[in-house]
């Protein structure tokens, strides 16, 4: 038996086996890391190749729309950009599962991700692609070639250059660099999102934090467009942040945003969603300030949507004398939760038809149907929200993916009606 992260192989039909340990690789990447800049690191994983009997690794970084796959090449290569729709290294991408072709048994194609963070691909050229027991030492390479480009690419741009095709506007700087990783998730749980213009947003921002068993999710969308609507969502979400790590409850959350966006900008106001979600019970606590609603999924379909407003919009919670109201959904198992903004149901098509509420439904059931990750769901929605507008959106198109799935837990329950008893909240 193979221990895992070996690679047993024939050597040149000689009927001699050998032994290819990932862990060289890995130790070799670790190591070396740490002397070189950003634009080392091609150089670096090509030369770990030979670890795990491979001539050549190659990464693919996803571009900033996640249509393409981009080649950070070193000296000496040359490869061509893979269409994300079109090529085995997409299908990797979209699949999240190792990918082969019949008429390139020479080299394999690895899903490049950081937990559960989408990055791009792996091309890992081997004489041995062909046997399945490269894929562990190929897995345990893309791990570690996912952490060190998260952790050296602070220190210069050319990743950053790389996944950009277009020139990106300050606006869109200033959101893309408040961002959390676009998915996030544990055994229980996932959220997923996505943002498009990629290079000239402003208004649209989200944020999600899982502190203990509460996670918190964030969706806003500022009004206007460009610079001023980037400062204000790079307010909003300074402060959603800010009264989160000060210990706030989500009404109090609410409050202090809106006051900050009263303060600082008292013309302007932000829409947004407001929500945590106890991972242990299923429990979800949602305010809805002024914001289209969200779009409660089971079972493979879009069964209603959550409650409309609850709250004005932030920064008007002056003109009214009430307190943010706080809508409770009790989740079951496998629930999923789709929040978004105006911009993608507002999409106009050239005959100006919106692609509206009964579109959006369809085609996540579709997309749930056909089994597809929730990263690639949110990807492929997007698109083809871009694609009805003939690639010009006229509005930012934000949408944020929740989905609870836990163990199977018979007596959970308990718990609540045990708090019950007790007074507990």
């Known amino acids: 038996m193979v221990r895992p992260g070996l690679l047993v192989s024939v050597a040149g039909g000689s009927g001699r086996w050998s032994v290819v340990d990932a862990g060289n690789a890995v130790?070799?990447?670790?190591?070396?890391?740490?002397?070189?800049g950003p634009d080392d690191l091609p150089s670096l994983i090509t030369g770990a190749a030979s670890a795990i009997n491979a001539t050549e690794i190659v990464v693919y970084l996803a571009d900033y729309t996640q249509s393409l796959l981009v080649p950070l090449l070193g000296a000496g290569l040359a490869r061509d950009e893979q269409p994300i729709e079109t090529t085995l290294a997409g299908r990797a991408f979209t699949t999240l599962d190792i990918q082969r072709a019949p008429d390139g048994p020479d080299r394999i194609w690895v899903p490049l991700l950081l937990g559960c963070e989408r990055m791009g691909v792996l091309e890992v050229v081997t004489p041995a692609a062909a046997d399945p027991?490269?894929?562990?030492?190929?897995?345990?390479v893309?791990?570690?070639?996912?952490?060190?480009l998260v952790n050296r690419r602070l220190y210069g741009d050319v990743v950053e250059r790389m996944r950009r095709r277009l020139p990106m506007q300050v606006a869109a700087e200033i959101v893309w660099g408040l961002l959390p990783p676009l998915t996030f998730a544990t055994d229980d749980m996932v959220v997923t999102a996505i943002l498009e213009p990629c290079y000239d947003v402003g208004g649209d921002i989200f944020d999600y934090a899982l502190n203990g068993d509460v996670l918190s999710v964030g969706l806003f969308d500022t009004c206007g467009h460009g610079i001023k609507a980037s400062t204000l969502a790079s307010l909003v979400v300074s402060a959603y942040r800010n009264?989160?790590?000060?210990g706030l409850d989500l009404v109090?959350?609410?409050i202090s945003i809106d006051r900050w966006v009263r303060s600082e900008h008292p013309n302007l106001f932000a829409t947004g969603l407001l929500a945590e979600l106890d991972r242990t019970t299923g429990r979800l606590r949602m305010i809805n300030a002024g914001h289209p609603g969200a779009m409660l999924l089971r079972d493979g379909k879009a069964i209603r949507e959550l409650p409309g407003p609850t709250a004005l919009p932030l920064g008007l919670g002056h003109l009214s004398g009430r307190r943010p109201r706080v809508h409770v959904e009790d989740l079951h198992p496998g629930d999923r939760i789709l929040a978004y903004t105006d911009g993608i149901t507002d999409a106009r098509s050239a005959e100006g038809e919106q692609f509206g509420l009964d579109r959006l439904v369809?085609?996540?059931?579709?997309a749930l149907n056909?089994?597809?990750?929730?990263?690639?769901?949110?990807?492929?929605l997007v698109r083809a929200v871009v694609a009805y507008q003939k690639d010009e959106l006229d509005d930012d198109a934000t949408a944020v993916f929740l989905e609870w799935r836990p163990p199977h837990t018979p007596l959970a329950h308990l718990r609540d009606?045990?708090?019950?008893?007790?007074g507990s909240p």
Request: aromatic share 4%; glycine share 6%.
């Open 27 to 36: 130790r070799s990447l670790q190591l070396n890391a740490p002397q070189g």
């Open 252 to 254: 109090d959350t609410a």
């Open 142 to 148: 893309a791990v570690t070639v996912a952490q060190l």
């Open 370 to 380: 056909d089994g597809l990750p929730s990263p690639e769901t949110m990807r492929r």
């Open 133 to 140: 027991a490269t894929e562990g030492p190929a897995w345990e």
């Open 417 to 422: 009606l045990s708090a019950l008893a007790t």
């Open 243 to 246: 009264a989160r790590r000060c």
């Open 362 to 366: 369809d085609f996540v059931n579709r």
